[in-house]
């Protein structure tokens, strides 16, 4: 699967957008991202994931991890591929934990995943985590890129598409400048 296909596969499902968009942040941007529209395919989410796993077959992956909410789908298709371990972390009271009895073993071989990837900040986390218990980085896999190189993940990060998406200030936004109009897609954008 190419990245042209993946790309059809998100807007057909409605969860890349191209246009004039308010962000939940204030900011504008010119796409729309809403990736559990494609990920409430289970047969779809199969796919991709089949896809993403296919890129970290020769690796020696034991145990994949993501940070909910949109990473734990990802993590149990990619973990279901490899036929390995499957698990989660979360925020509590605003910090990520390693919760629900989850153990990570001294040297165990993780793979990270998340669905998007924007500024890496929660996968950074999970990352930090992961070492702290002792356990070995195998890799940082997402759906969707668009990080453009600058997350703390750098070039590191394998993906099935890159997006470039620009965001900015409502009052520096140049799609305001060219009076286009702006849709505000509210509770259902998702925070990347
Ligand atoms: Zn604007």
């Known amino acids: 699967m190419n990245q042209e296909e993946v790309r059809r596969i ?15 942040s204030g900011r504008h941007s010119d796409i729309y991202m ?21 890129k970290f077959s020769g690796k020696s992956i034991e145990t994949v ?14 973990a279901r591929q490899l036929s390995v371990r499957s698990l989660f972390m979360e925020r509590k009271e605003g910090i990520m934990t390693l919760r629900r009895g989850f153990h990570i073993e001294k040297g165990e071989k993780i793979l990270l995943v998340e669905d998007v990837i924007t500024t890496g900040k929660s996968l ?18 997402c759906l969707v890129d668009r990080s453009e190189g600058k997350s703390p993940f750098g070039r590191g990060i394998t993906s099935l598409l890159s997006l470039k998406a620009s965001t900015w200030e409502a009052s520096l ?13 509210g509770t259902r954008f998702c925070s990347h």
């Open 173 to 185: 936004c140049p799609l305001c400048k060219k009076g286009m109009p702006i849709s505000t897609p």
């Open 124 to 141: 950074k986390e999970v990352e930090e985590i992961v070492k702290k218990r002792g356990g070995e980085i195998a890799g940082i896999g």
């Open 34 to 54: 809403q990736c559990a529209l494609v990920l409430q395919y289970p047969e779809l989410s199969s796919k991709l994931c089949e896809e993403l796993a296919k």
């Open 65 to 78: 991890i993501g940070p909910a909410i949109g990473g734990i789908i990802v993590s149990y298709e990619v």
């Open 10 to 24: 998100f807007e057909k499902k409605g969860a890349l957008l191209r246009g004039h968009f308010r962000l939940s």
